[in-house]
């Protein structure tokens, strides 16, 4: 089963967070319900469970419980075990199809990504059409409308399977990263503080709390739960890399340097990283951290690790080369960011564009905006 997920570039990456259950799981319920009731068939049946590998094989197992359900010679037992066995082959065809799913979007499949999705939504939604009591069905199929843009279905299947079992911290984090993209942030951190109960010790709660809190200003207690994401998941470059972007969008220049070294020397082709970090050094108004021939080298990284570079690296790079005076050079680079740039960061980039063109570089304010736990804004 998917654990949903990913500060300033935030998105929810639905495949490559991966949390899973075993996939055997749910089946033993079935057999504590029900062993020695049933006929010797169905609990040969159940023993295949233990030991099935491929879709194929659940499939197969599927099949013959619908045989078993539509036989009115069967006994009433059967017949209810069958179709709780039914519903669980089903559940656990969807969690295979969702996985080859993942494999494929890794690979730049999506086409083929996108049919396998719409098989396993299909198999969660029968599967929970024969046992609505399972919330791994619920949550299965809760991913699967979320990946398919469905956040408010994908936020009711959370909540049903949270009825039904509210001691699995996934389910409310989940529910929590879909009331983040739904900017329900209050809402978001009443989920990670749930699953923060739950489970404490696992980063990506913490870190995903702190771009709640950091989306409403509560930016000092957004920077405790990205350190403390960043110390729980110490080699994890990304939680480091939003603790330090969130240190420089306050002004804490230090700190924010430090951070970012601890995340390049921990992945040294993390794009963002260097990106972020050739920003603070070209325009950070302290000359202790005011670096512009280290900056330029490290926008020119950022810049190269990209496939195809970014309005955000070319930006960067343009305000790197104007800080070392090399205007028309910046300009002719701030006009390429512009090009592919988005429409709501385009008058900021024009803006920069202009100081170019006048023979001027970039400096960020040394007044640069702070605010206190409760978000009240104030200056430094």
Known sequence: MHKLGSLLSRTVCFYVLLSAVTFGQGASTIRSASAGSVSADLQALYARTQTVLTEAEVTEIARTCTQVISRTDRSSTDRQYATKLFAWALNRRGEMRSEQAGNLVAKGQ??????LDRLATADFKTSLEHNPDSWR????????LAMGGAYNAAIEEFSTAISLNDEYANLYFNRGELHFE?????LAIDDYNQAIALAPDDAQYFN???HCKFMLDHTTDA??????AAEIDHKNATYRTDLADACQYIGDWESAAVAYREAIGLDNKNVRAYQSAAWLMATCPDNKIRNVELALE???RARDLETKPSSRTLDTLAVAT????????????QRQAIEISSADEREELKSRLSLYEK?????????VRTASANGQRGSR
């Not at 920077?223 to 403390?228: C, L």
């Not at 570089?361 to 007044?367: F, G, K």
Request: proline letters at 2%; hydrophobic letters at 30%.
């Open 208 to 210: 995903s709390r702190g």
């Open 359 to 367: 023979g001027q570089s970039y400096m960020r304010d040394p007044q």
């Open 223 to 228: 920077i405790q739960d990205y350190r403390r």
């Open 182 to 186: 739904l900017t329900h942030y209050e």
């Open 137 to 144: 069905a619920h949550h299965n199929y809760g991913i699967s």
């Open 298 to 300: 490290a926008a020119r």
């Open 322 to 333: 104007a800080a070392t005076g090399k205007y028309t050079e910046a300009a002719k680079l």
């Open 110 to 115: 999506l086409a083929e990504a996108a049919k």
